[in-house]
């Protein structure tokens, strides 16, 4: 299950929401109270286990006249990662896994934004475990700024992607008597996000 560490990628897509119906050179902040990076991994090849990040922060910054020009920077406290059981996450926390020691953060910076359909693909950078690979993430159901009751300007979305484990250099598993292995490569992540205008109201 420890694969869920590649959650991470999730957060990304936060940033990008923002600016693609924003006001010219506006700057969205990634509201970590309203923000979910949830993925799950296959355990012991019969089930899906999940869990998700709970610290995120970033920013996203763009002009509607030029969307694909969104630049998006996210991080995420590794530490931060739950499961709902403290002994697995304390073993996801270690050097078999994240190496939160090592490695306290996870970073993402955009480098492509493109239409696809009904919403758009955001590309970038994911830095895991020590190690920078692209990423693609598709974002989708990206709402209309909406002022809360505090004046502030708020957008959300959702954006969804799938990352291998093994490409950031995560590898550990134990192999089954029956045949398969206790945790799949493969993460599934999905994320919830809002993001709020910088400078407004509070």
Do not use: C
């Not at 936060?14 to 924003?22: E, N, S």
């Not at 955009?110 to 758009?120: D, I, M, P, Y």
């Amino acid at each position: 299950m420890s694969h869920r560490t590649l959650v991470v990628a999730a957060v990304f897509a936060a940033g990008l929401v923002a600016p693609l119906t924003a006001r010219a050179a506006d700057t969205y902040e990634i509201d970590g109270a309203h923000a979910s990076v949830q993925f799950s991994v296959r355990h012991m090849m019969i089930s899906n286990v999940r869990g998700e990040f709970t610290k995120v922060s970033g920013t996203a910054t763009g002009d509607p006249g030029q969307p694909t020009a969104t630049t998006v920077e996210a991080t995420i406290d590794a530490a931060s990662i739950d499961t709902r059981n403290a002994k697995r996450d304390e073993h996801l926390r270690g050097p078999e896994f994240l190496d939160t020691a090592k490695f306290p953060t996870i970073g993402f910076t955009s480098t492509k934004v493109e239409k696809a359909g009904e919403g758009w693909k955001l590309t970038g950078n994911l830095t895991l475990h020590g190690v920078t690979k692209p990423v693609v993430l598709d974002v989708t159901n990206v709402t209309p700024p909406v002022k809360d009751p505090w004046g502030n300007t708020r957008i959300g979305a959702q954006a969804a992607t799938k990352l291998n484990r093994r490409d950031f250099g995560i590898v550990f598993n134990k192999a089954l008597d029956g045949g398969g292995v206790l945790v799949g490569d493969e993460i599934a992540v999905t994320i919830d996000v809002e993001v709020m205008k910088k400078g407004g109201a509070k």
